[in-house]
């Protein structure tokens, strides 16, 4: 249901994109978001976009990382710049949609992809 790609190993202060695209029986998006998962720490929002295309981020990533999305392909992005170790993690994607008319508002996590910053 939700394919995330473009994690990998950058440089500090370097960037990546992440993309992710929901695919399926989609009627509306209500809302997409990034977590992420260091080594021994818990699961954190890291950024979020509304339907309405209202925005959020966590305090740690602000100025550095943007959320963007595609309404037309289902998909959203997170745009990560002037990386930092500290930004390593499993990043995974979330959304909630609904499937179809009549059916309500259902939450769905991507498998997540690495992001490793390092030199």
């Known amino acids: 249901q939700l394919q995330a790609s473009g994690g990998g190993l950058v440089q500090p202060g370097g960037s990546l994109r992440l993309s992710c695209a929901a695919s399926?029986?989609?009627?509306?998006?209500?809302?997409m978001g990034w977590y992420r998962q260091a080594p021994g720490k818990q699961r954190e929002l890291v950024a979020a976009?509304?339907?309405?295309?209202?925005?959020s981020y966590a305090d740690s990533v602000k100025g550095r990382f943007t959320i963007s999305r595609d309404s037309a392909k289902n998909t959203v992005y997170l745009q990560m710049d002037t990386l930092k170790p500290e930004d390593t993690a499993v990043y995974y994607c979330?959304?909630?949609?609904?499937?179809?008319?009549?059916?309500?508002?259902?939450?769905?996590w991507g498998l997540g992809t690495l992001v490793t910053v390092s030199s």
């Open positions: 399926g029986s989609i009627f509306s998006i209500n809302y």
């Open positions: 979330n959304t909630v949609l609904v499937p179809s008319v009549g059916i309500g508002p259902r939450i769905y």
């Open positions: 976009i509304t339907s309405g295309g209202s925005t």
